[in-house]
C-alpha cells in the first residue's frame, strides 16, 4: 500500500465514512491471502464505492477501482483518485477499451481491482443487483485470477444519488458481507472473445453477488432487472420513485437480456 494511498484512504476517506456511518463487516476471512484479484459488489449510491473499498483497506488489501473519467476531473477528488492509482474509464470512446488492459495488466502484477459489474447505479426500483456487463468476466477469464463477490446494504441511505439528498445524521449502519472466492475459467473457459460463455460467466458473477445481498436484507430477489428489458429511466431529480415499476416477467424467449443477455461487449465495467 503507497504512502499517498494509505494517506488518502485512511487519513480522509475512513475518517469521513465513521462520521457518517457504522460500518459492519463479515467475511473478511474469504479475502484471498496474496496475488491479484477482482473484488465485484453491487451498486446503489455513490457512497458505496467507497465503502466496499473500505472493507478491503481496513484489512490492508489496497484495491484499484474502475471509475469514470469525469470523476478524475473533479477539483480535489479527481488529484486524489490519479495519485490513488485509479483508473479511469472513457465511456462511449475509442479510448473504452483502455480501462480493460490496465487492469489486466495489473492483475497480472498481483494488485487488486474493484469492479461494480453493473457499470452503473442500479435502476431496480426495488433496489436489487441488475444485470450485469461483461467488463468483470473478461477479465477474470483472460487472467485466471478469482473472483471475490461483496454484497452491501446501507450506503444508499446515507447518500441518495437518485435525488433524495445526503443524509449523514444519525449515522446509519451500513453492512458489508465477503463471500468465498470462485474461479471463472474452471466452468467458463479462459477466450473473453466466447460471448456465449463470456455472458454466462457475467450472470454467475451477479447471481453470487445477488445472494450476498439477499443474506443482508432477509429476502429473496426477484428476477434481475434489465436496462434492455425494463428500460433505463437515468437519475431523475425527485427520488427513486419516479423510477417506475418492473415490468413483467418476461415469458422464455422473449428476447430480453436477462441472465442470458447480451450487456454491450464494449463496456468496461
Request: net charge neutral; no cysteine; aromatic share 6%.
Amino acid at each position: 500500500m503507497s504512502a499517498f494511498y494509505r494517506f488518502a484512504s485512511r487519513g480522509v476517506i475512513i475518517p469521513f465514512l465513521k462520521a457518517v456511518s457504522r460500518q459492519k463487516v463479515e467475511g473478511l476471512e474469504n479475502i484471498p491471502p496474496d496475488g491479484g484479484f477482482i473484488a465485484v459488489a453491487n451498486h446503489l449510491s455513490d457512497l458505496d464505492s467507497l465503502t466496499a473499498m473500505r472493507a478491503l483497506v481496513d484489512a490492508d488489501v489496497p484495491a484499484y477501482s474502475l471509475a469514470k473519467s469525469t470523476l478524475f476531473e473533479v477539483p480535489v477528488l479527481g488529484h486524489v483518485f490519479k495519485a490513488g492509482g485509479q483508473i479511469p474509464v472513457y465511456r462511449g470512446t475509442d479510448k473504452a477499451g483502455n480501462a480493460l488492459i490496465e487492469a489486466e495488466r495489473r492483475l497480472r502484477g498481483g494488485d487488486v481491482i474493484m469492479i461494480f459489474p453493473e457499470g452503473t447505479l442500479s435502476r431496480d426500483p426495488l433496489q436489487w443487483p441488475m444485470t450485469g456487463k461483461t467488463g468483470a468476466a473478461r477479465l477474470a477469464m483472460s487472467t485466471g485470477v478469482p473472483v471475490l463477490p461483496m454484497g452491501q446494504w446501507g450506503a444508499h441511505e446515507i447518500l441518495d444519488s437518485f435525488g433524495g439528498g445526503f443524509h449523514p445524521l444519525p449515522r446509519k449502519e451500513v453492512r458489508v458481507l465477503i463471500g468465498k472466492p470462485f474461479t471463472l475459467t474452471d466452468r467458463f473457459g479462459t477466450d473473453p472473445q466466447d460471448r456465449e460463455q463470456v455472458v454466462a460467466a457475467t450472470a454467475e458473477i451477479m447471481a453470487r453477488i445477488t445472494g450476498l445481498v439477499e443474506v443482508l436484507r432477509g429476502q429473496k430477489a426477484p428476477r434481475p432487472y434489465d436496462l434492455h428489458y425494463d428500460g433505463d429511466p437515468g437519475k431523475e431529480p425527485g427520488g427513486r420513485d419516479l423510477l417506475g415499476t418492473r415490468r413483467p416477467d418476461p415469458q422464455p424467449g422473449a428476447g430480453h437480456s436477462g441472465a442470458e443477455g447480451a450487456p454491450p461487449a464494449e463496456d468496461a465495467s
